[in-house]
């Protein structure tokens, strides 16, 4: 009986680790299929624009971790100055 045990442990165990079994049917690296899939990898997409929305969550985030004893009003007024620094520091420079 403690054989018949140990024989379906055995079996379960084996069950389990075959399914980690992995292939080789990936390409090698430095193989030219892996340089394809390289130079076919998604670009990351570019940042969106400075809304000023977004200028204000991120001066916002930035006020409550450089001043967290501040008052609301005080904050407000920093985060105030943020965004307009942000918002002309982005904007594009005018034509002449």
Same mark, same amino acid.
């Given at each position: 009986?403690?054989?018949?045990?140990?024989?379906?442990?055995?079996? *379960?165990? @084996?069950?389990?680790?075959?399914?980690?079994? %992995?292939?080789?049917?990936? $390409?090698? &690296?430095?193989?030219?299929?892996?340089?394809?899939?390289?130079?076919?990898?998604?670009?990351?997409?570019?940042?969106?624009?400075?809304?000023? *929305?977004? @200028?204000?969550?991120?001066?916002?985030?930035? %006020?409550?971790?450089?001043? $967290?004893? &501040?008052?609301?009003?005080?904050?407000?007024?920093?985060?105030?100055?943020?965004?307009?620094?942000?918002?002309?520091?982005?904007?594009?420079?005018?034509?002449?």
């Amino acid at each position: 009986m403690k054989t018949f045990a140990g024989s379906i442990a055995l079996l *379960a165990a @084996a069950g389990l680790l075959a399914g980690c079994q %992995t292939t080789s049917d990936a $390409p090698r &690296a430095g193989s030219p299929e892996s340089r394809q899939q390289v130079a076919q990898a998604p670009q990351p997409d570019p940042e969106p624009p400075l809304t000023r *929305a977004r @200028a204000a969550e991120q001066c916002w985030m930035a %006020t409550e971790k450089n001043h $967290p004893g &501040a008052s609301v009003d005080r904050r407000a007024d920093i985060v105030t100055k943020c965004i307009d620094d942000k918002l002309k520091a982005a904007a594009p420079a005018p034509r002449s």
